[in-house]
């Protein structure tokens, strides 16, 4: 079954959907359209799946190319704020 017919089936079934039917596909659709929240930036704002492994994709380079605090130097620093 290709797009179309399902698209077509979809509307069918919706068409002749109760309540709790379509409650659950608004649900699920809305799910669907909204990145899925993982967590928070420092902002408050929150941050998609994406956002975070794109991150994560980000810090990996930057210790790969000794972009990096030793925890010693975190210590030092912390000591002068």
């Given at each position: ?8 089936e979809?509307h ?7 309540e ?8 699920m659709?809305r ?13 408050g704002?929150p941050?998609s ?5 794109n ?19 975190v210590?030092s620093?912390v000591?002068?704020?």
């Amino acid at each position: 079954m290709g797009v179309p017919e399902l698209r077509n089936e979809l509307h069918d079934f919706i068409n002749q959907a109760d309540e709790r039917f379509l409650k659950m596909v608004y649900a699920m659709s809305r799910e669907y359209k909204n990145p899925v929240i993982v967590g928070y930036n420092a902002d408050g704002s929150p941050m998609s799946q994406q956002a975070l492994k794109n991150r994560v994709k980000a810090a990996s380079k930057r210790v790969k190319s000794g972009d990096f605090l030793t925890q010693e130097e975190v210590e030092s620093e912390v000591k002068n704020w």
